[in-house]
């Protein structure tokens, strides 16, 4: 069966870390398999990443793996009793004292916090369950009112909304975890707490080309510098459960299809994240919210949707995985979902690949072709025709494994590692015997194929084909 066009990350933990999961994960159509560093230990992940490639070497297709760094976190120190109460209307107290918490104050460990800290800002803690105004900073401490009644625990986070903190991005404890996770030969990484462009180049110098680049984008402020940080990732998250928590509710879809919209437009990969069909932690089907939710994520036009809690530590993450497959296969084969891509036409750059791309798109639907076939190096050739979210099916063929693998996150690619073509003659011979091998393209059926010439050299897509297979 062809997949789905819109791929699946699945994150990986306690419930689906056996190969036996994992296998049935990538059937179900997963594509991008998380681990997340924020669990586990460095064996932990070893032990899944290689579990990950044997079934890699089973299936014949290339997986992509995405090392998801932790990055800093905020939170609250110790409390007496283990908690606190606190009214709505009453004072309270923040500050660097290490003695437990109780009813007046709360340790919060962080200077950082307190030198950006202003009167009438938001502290938010408990992912915005408690709700604090300030009322006033000093030197090592802060007061405020609290806006929300309820109880402050140990080590809950503690959020921001809007400030700057003078912190980098990248932890000691993200140096150890991302050298570790590029010895093991991961595919991309993700940085968590990107507040600017400054975060993610800081990444990219220390990832040296070793890895492709996600930004999570969770904080609002990070959205203020959304062009900027997009030119410098090669993909992004929208991170809706941390958007969430400084953001009104109502903000965060006009943000998600903002974001999506953005990415598209620079042909950057993009990942919905965070409670897609969180109910299925527990229970064996969605609500009717959450299918809505996959879906508009689909029709807005994301690379990838993910899955966390739901295949990490739920009873169902096979299940889970399935569910999200059919919702994104009804979606696209809805007739509202092909208008949607035929009507959508994203503003290109005078350059000669996107020519060639979007003649490429024009010629595919002039002669009925039955795929978009690109030969790719680095893979720029096929995020581009990606970005123009063709109806035909795209075949990213590259004589790099790391790119294969890069590319298994892409909308509508499928991404096969094949021998370099010694010329044109070749390519062209291989993607006609490749397209048919898929299922994709039948004898007679015409195929567009694209490249860069001379092969090899990264971003020069200046060549397009009109192949019928034999």
Avoid: C
């Amino acid at each position: 069966m062809k997949r789905a066009r819109t791929k699946i990350v699945a994150t990986l933990g306690p419930a689906s870390q056996s190969a036996e999961t994992i296998s049935a994960l990538f059937d179900t159509g997963v594509d991008v398999f998380r681990m997340n560093f924020s669990h586990g230990t460095h064996e932990d992940h070893q032990r899944v990443y290689h579990t990950i490639r044997a079934v890699e070497t089973i299936k014949k297709r290339p997986i992509a793996v995405l090392a998801d760094l932790q990055g800093p976190k905020l939170r609250l120190g110790e409390f007496k009793n283990g908690e606190a109460h606190l009214e709505e209307g009453q004072d309270y107290r923040f500050d660097l004292d290490k003695a437990e918490g109780d009813e007046t104050r709360a340790p919060l460990p962080h200077p950082e916090i307190f030198k950006v800290l202003k009167k009438g800002e938001l502290l938010l803690v408990d992912d915005g369950r408690m709700r604090f105004e300030i009322t006033s900073v000093g030197d090592g401490f802060a007061t405020a009112i609290v806006l929300t009644r309820g109880k402050l625990s140990p080590h809950k986070g503690v959020n921001l909304p809007g400030a700057r903190l003078p912190i980098s991005a990248i932890t000691d404890k993200d140096m150890r975890d991302l050298a570790f996770a590029l010895s093991l030969g991961v595919d991309w990484v993700a940085l968590s707490f990107v507040q600017g462009p400054e975060d993610v180049a800081e990444l990219r110098k220390l990832v040296g080309g070793k890895a492709a680049i996600i930004s999570k984008l969770e904080k609002p402020l990070a959205i203020t510098k959304l062009d900027e940080i997009l030119e410098l990732s090669d993909a992004v998250m929208v991170a809706r459960g941390d958007l969430g928590v400084e953001l009104p509710p109502e903000d965060v879809p006009i943000l998600q299809k903002q974001i999506i919209r953005a990415s598209r437009s620079m042909g950057k990969p993009v990942i919905v994240a965070t409670q897609m069909l969180e109910s299925m932690i527990q229970n064996p089907a969605p609500t009717r919210a959450e299918a809505s939710d996959v879906a508009t994520a689909v029709y807005d036009g994301a690379d990838a949707v993910m899955l966390s809690g739901e295949t990490a530590m739920g009873a169902y993450p096979v299940e889970s995985a399935k569910m999200m497959d059919r919702i994104i296969r009804r979606v696209e084969r809805a007739d509202s979902y092909r208008r949607l891509l035929a009507a959508e036409r994203l503003e290109r750059e005078s350059t000669t690949p996107d020519a060639i791309m979007a003649a490429a798109h024009l010629a595919a639907d002039t002669i009925n072709a039955a795929a978009i076939v690109t030969y790719t190096s680095s893979g720029s050739t096929a995020y581009r025709a990606a970005r123009e979210r063709p109806i035909q099916r795209i075949i990213g063929l590259t004589p790099n494994r790391s790119t294969a693998r890069r590319l298994a996150l892409v909308w509508g690619v499928t991404a096969i590692e094949i021998e370099d073509a010694q010329d044109i003659d070749d390519m062209v011979n291989k993607a006609k015997a490749q397209s048919k091998k898929e299922g994709i393209a039948k004898v007679r059926d015409r195929i567009v194929v694209t490249a860069g010439i001379p092969f090899g050299a990264p971003g020069k897509t200046n060549l397009l084909r009109i192949a019928r297979v034999d």
